[in-house]
């Protein structure tokens, strides 16, 4: 639409209402009238014009997770096994798109459905999608980050054991059908314990309030490579003949830090981003605050839940193992970022630095127990996105408050909300119960398939692979040339013509 059209000429109006003719004023309420349509028409194009980009916006930060997720995999992994590591996370990314885009999206919102999966023919390979007011691309988009999100977390449980051709069929099977259907549940607005549902037939009155995913997208992702490191094995050589644990640590600090920034930046579209829009006011008495405010609220808490878990977590390794170890500040760190996303937008900034402190405490609990129970996670994902995860969705039911609460999920003033904020416990029950069914159904459906590969002998790799490591065997050559003898381009017997048969030695890096 051309913005000449909506202006309005005085010229215009004076022709009409210069007579007493009904008729002319008729015609003239009939031209304002429509002048004021065009305006409306075009306000409305440019809101959903903004949110989507915003939305798009958040959609490029999760994805970049993915980045993240490779760097902080090779950096926790030892050399040998950093090309294989490096390419499992593409492979999630691209597999996962694949899949997603086929069945994941539609099982997890097409619609109309029923409470347990969706299943509108029109979602599936996006056939006749969008088809509606407010659904765009970009919410495929933004969903499918989230997707592989999950399954980059499970592939850190199970790193330098496990067969290519294993990761290429649980990426598919997680993303396109574990995930989408808990998220169906939790998120679609005909999920059976959504707190969204269109029909407000709410789980305890409430539904579960898992915002961004601690339960949803961490949960999944930790449960699943928590089964599938159960079933493999520790690696060889991470516990002793006696049962002594026997630290295998990763070769590249820097790369740790490097991915935990990256994810720390692109938590900023996966908790913010979550609202999916952001033009939406909240209280026409106060016209400054609205969703804009909440986004800016959301960031806030996130920052502080994850920053306090960190600096719990220096402290605490500090007096338990007696040095300062950025590794397992790094971990803490994202700790609380996985505990926070529940809650993330209904609770207050206080209440985050609550969340992360005891985020700390659990991640270090449940590796304390991993420890004991003989349990290798080169990555900490199933304690970390499963442990803190699963305290999220329980902070969110203890510290929700009833503002936020009724703002985020437009309610009438009456929801329930946090146990400790006057709320009563109805959203606690259905937290617990969102906990408990995430367990089951990842459990009943990822435990069997790792299981089968097992039998299958297509899950873990030889042991002579194992001990050589899966750059080498599986994948043509190390990720790293440590010095010239290792690039064919120098050695002689790699040169055309005359100079092949130069006695010149070759040039040696040395430290």
Known sequence: MDIAATTCSAKDLAVLLSSSNSTSSLAAATFLCSQFSNISSKLSDTTYAVDNTYL????????????????????????????????????????????YYLFGFAFAFGTPSNGFIGRHHSFFALSSYPERPGADFSFFLYQWAFAIAAAGITSGSIAERT??????????????FVYPTVSHWFWSTDGWASASRSDNNLLFGSGAIDFAGSGVVH?????????????????????????RSVALRGHSASLVVLGTFLLWFGWYGFNPGSFLTI???????????????????????????????????????????????VIDVCNGLLGGFAAITSGCAVVEPWAAIVCGFVASWVLIGFNLVAK????????EAAQLHGGCGAWGVIFTGLFATKRYVNEVYSGDGDRPYGLLMGGGGKLLAAQFVQIVVIIGWVSVTMGPLFY?????????????????????????????????????????WGKVGPTSQSSTPTPTLTA
């Open 163 to 176: 067969q290519f051709v294993a990761y290429l069929i649980y990426s598919s099977f997680l993303t396109g």
């Open 279 to 325: 033009l939406k006011g909240y209280e026409k008495s106060r016209p400054y605050y609205g969703q804009w405010s909440a986004v800016g609220r959301t960031a806030v808490t996130t920052t502080l839940a994850g920053c306090t878990s960190a600096l719990t977590t220096l402290f605490s390794k500090r007096l338990l193992a007696g040095h300062w170890n």
């Open 452 to 492: 089968g590969l097992h039998k299958m002998n297509l899950l873990r790799i030889s042991t002579e692979d194992e001990m050589a490591g899966m750059d080498m065997t599986r994948h043509g050559g190390f990720a790293y040339a440590y010095n010239d003898e290792d690039d064919v381009s120098v050695k002689p």
């Open 219 to 243: 949960m999944v992702g930790g449960i699943a490579g928590l089964w599938g490191a159960l079933i493999e094995g520790p690696r060889i050589g991470r516990f002793d003949r006696l049962g």
């Open 56 to 99: 798009l916006f958040s959609a490029y930060l999760v994805f970049a997770m993915q980045l993240g997720f490779a760097m902080l995999c090779a950096g926790s992994v030892r050399a040998k096994n950093t090309m294989n590591i490096m390419l499992t996370n593409v492979l999630d990314a691209a597999a996962g798109a694949i899949s």
């Open 372 to 379: 004991k129970l003989k349990y290798d996670d080169p990555l």
